[in-house]
């Protein structure tokens, strides 16, 4: 093979504070829904792997949660996971809107990434949403705030320059063998995707005060049926979240299982039966025993607070 075109592998971590795009982007790069999305605040709460390969190179992406400031433990794991996704990575994406207002979390964020030795890439996001002008101005001062190696405006949501993008990473990636085979996407497992599938129509369909405080479990997912049963818990902090959940005759319930279920069955290509039930835990994301049951074990990441 010619030395100009061996083949690159490495990490890419995604940052930035909450709701700007970062699973918006990563999906649209890797073409299939891996971190699910909403206009909520924090959706993302663990470290996610998204995998993108071609004939140049394979891009391993850590999609993280959004920095922000703790308000309890699962908060703090949040921070947690996106923390450790620094240290992880070849290359570090800093993802911002054009059209935010710069804030006090984003200058904390920089001010950390500005320490960082690894290469740094700028992706305003949402392009379509200001003039040139006002991107340029954009562009002028977060370039004066950290040292970016490169800046890149996309549009997440239409795909806009994304291939750009691409370009631009595989570009400060390392040469060497892929970490993983050509067809896959993800490295998490089944049973995950499905509960955040789940916690998405969730997000989506519920008011602003209770999504903070669900946790999905899936109980059970049975394969040995041409039809995938699937048993799973919406776990809530409050027995009024809870009647909320449930609707009147069951009727929110029923629509957050059946717009997941329609998502479910596309990522696994098969019909599925699933069951939804609703729990209260009072202050679940305040424990330790809790948080861990419900797949947010803080040990996992050992890098930093």
């Known amino acids: 093979m010619d030395s100009k075109n061996k083949f690159k592998s490495g990490f890419v971590s995604i940052v930035g504070r909450p709701n700007v795009g970062k699973s918006t982007l990563m999906n649209r790069i890797v073409g299939q829904k891996i971190a699910i999305t909403s206009n909520k605040p924090q959706t993302t709460r663990n470290k996610i792997t998204a995998v993108y390969t071609s004939e140049e190179g394979q891009i391993v992406f850590l999609d993280t949660p959004g920095m922000h400031k703790a308000k309890n433990k699962l908060g703090g794991y949040m921070n947690l996971a996106a923390n450790s996704a620094l240290g992880d ?19 904390e964020v920089l001010l950390k990434l500005s320490g960082l030795k690894m290469p740094k890439i700028l992706v305003i996001n949402k392009i379509d949403a200001v003039s040139g002008e006002e991107l340029m101005k954009v562009t002028k001062d977060l370039t004066s705030r950290c040292d970016f190696d490169e800046t890149v405006p996309v549009s997440a949501i239409e795909g806009t320059n994304v291939d750009e993008l691409i370009r631009v990473i595989m570009q400060y990636l390392p040469e060497g ?39 999905v479990v899936i109980d059970r997912m049975d394969f040995s049926r041409k039809i995938v049963d699937i048993d799973a818990t919406i776990v809530c902090e409050r027995e009024s979240h809870k009647g909320i959940i449930i609707g009147k005759g069951g009727s929110m319930l029923k629509k957050i299982g059946t717009n997941a279920r329609f998502e479910i069955e596309k990522m696994l290509e098969q019909q599925v039966n699933l069951k939804l039930f609703v729990k209260v835990k009072d202050r679940w994301r305040d424990s330790d025993f809790l948080l861990k049951n419900y797949g947010y074990n803080a040990d996992d990441y050992k890098t930093g607070k």
């Open 89 to 107: 990575a070849d290359v570090l994406i800093y993802i911002l809107e054009a059209n935010a207002k710069f804030g006090n979390q984003d200058e």
């Open 177 to 215: 063998e892929p970490f993983f085979d050509e067809e896959t996407v993800t490295d998490q497992p089944v049973r995950q995707i499905a509960a955040e599938m789940i916690r998405e129509k969730a997000l989506h369909a519920l008011n602003e005060e209770i999504p903070h405080g669900i946790a």
